[in-house]
């Protein structure tokens, strides 16, 4: 699927995400989103929630998916690991997700998270495996 493509399936399958994530890249075997945090994202102190940073990498995960096998909106997180590193700043937050394994049945991708920009250091890394579930 393409990123208008992508940004229709999400916008129909799951509006409540709608304006959460903007699709950045899309290739074969690697993803970019970002998200812009605001205060509803952060816990005191300014420094953004973990499970902000867990939806952000899963759906970056489940984007990727989509992405190589079409509309498999069924698909569903079976394992997720997450390692936080270092204190993530509020404002842009950037997710790159790689494919590790495309099988019948399971995907598992990791990737990393960055305050800012991708050249910064990871504020943290992560491994998600969906379980595959195509539309018949």
Excluded at 13 to 29: A, M, W, Y
Excluded at 68 to 78: C, F, H, M, R, Y
Excluded at 87 to 115: M, T
């Amino acid at each position: 699927m393409t990123i208008p493509e992508l940004n229709e399936f999400i916008k129909v399958e799951f509006p409540q995400i709608v304006d959460e994530f903007e699709i950045r890249e899309i290739s074969k075997d690697s993803f970019v989103l970002g998200l812009m945090t605001s205060q509803k994202h952060l816990r005191p102190g300014d420094t953004v929630s973990g499970p902000t940073m867990f939806a952000l990498c899963d759906v970056t995960s489940y984007i990727g998916l989509l992405a190589i096998l079409g509309p498999v909106a069924q698909s569903v997180t079976t394992n997720c690991s997450i390692d936080f590193m270092r204190r993530p700043e509020a404002g842009l937050l950037v997710c790159r997700a790689n494919v590790l394994k495309l099988g019948k049945r399971l995907a598992v991708f990791d990737g990393r998270i960055y305050s800012g920009v991708l050249e910064e250091k990871p504020v943290a890394r992560f491994s998600v495996t969906y379980a595959i579930q195509l539309n018949n």
